[in-house]
């Protein structure tokens, strides 16, 4: 198994420009995020989603847009980059409905840089 | 939601036992206890998750005391590769904090 797959795994934008990161699991988990992370900090999340056509906002959700129309596929979307976008951000997919009390999987990441 | 606390940082030395503390003491009574641990330039690995009782598992034990304000995890025998950030999270919404730092030195 894949597991948890990013793309791109580097990426570096302008400011104002919008752009998709991809991310694709092949475990056929119905829970799925976005978190990112800033240097040196922690993991803030983003939005979230609990099946195909749900999706909820999480901590950070401003100037990020997410669907989920497949189990298996969750874009995050930036509309119009900006510098403060800059960070690494991170998929995650678990069994259930969420990560709590199980086996959470996450890629490998996307480092993002606007300038 | 319910808060953890951990130390910024700690050492251990190769092939020796460690133990990582953490501190939930507003955690409710369903509420997991999960720890991941991040190593350099990687996404968070899964480690070990328990509610009440002590687990074990292939990488490590998960010590839970018994009024579950906090929990240790242990690495029986630490190698190089078990240099990373540890992070003990509590609660829903699955919050990352910091976590700590743990150097293992040859």
């Known amino acids: 198994n894949a597991g948890v797959t990013q793309t791109p795994k580097f990426q570096v934008l302008k400011t104002g420009q919008s752009m998709t990161l991809q991310c694709a699991q092949d475990?056929?988990?119905?829970?799925m995020s976005w978190y990112r992370q800033d240097p040196g900090m922690g993991l803030r999340l983003i939005h979230y989603?609990?099946?195909?056509?749900?999706?909820d906002q999480g901590e950070v959700p401003n100037g990020y847009n997410v669907s989920r129309s497949t189990t298996e596929d969750f874009p995050l979307r930036l509309l119009s980059a900006a510098p403060s976008q800059t960070s690494v951000y991170f998929c995650?997919?678990?069994?259930?409905?969420?990560?709590?009390?199980?086996?959470?999987?996450f890629g490998q990441g996307t480092r993002l840089t606007v300038v | 939601d319910a808060k953890t606390t951990q130390p910024n940082s700690m050492e251990s030395n190769e092939e020796e036992p460690v133990h990582l503390p953490c501190n939930h003491s507003t955690i409710s009574g369903t509420d997991y206890i999960h720890w991941y641990r991040q190593l350099p330039s990687q996404g968070p690995e899964y480690v070990i998750h328990?509610?009440?009782s002590n687990v074990n598992n292939r990488m490590a034990s998960l010590a839970i005391a018994e009024d579950r304000k906090s929990s240790t995890l242990i690495l029986h025998r630490a190698t190089l590769r078990d240099a990373a950030v540890y992070y003990c999270?509590?609660?829903?919404?699955?919050?990352f904090g910091t976590g700590t730092s743990l150097t293992v030195i040859p």
């Open positions: 475990m056929n988990h119905e829970y």
């Open positions: 328990g509610l009440t």
């Open positions: 999270i509590t609660g829903n919404q699955f919050y």
């Open positions: 995650a997919s678990s069994t259930g409905r969420r990560l709590i009390g199980t086996e959470a999987f």
């Open positions: 989603s609990v099946g195909a056509g749900i999706t």
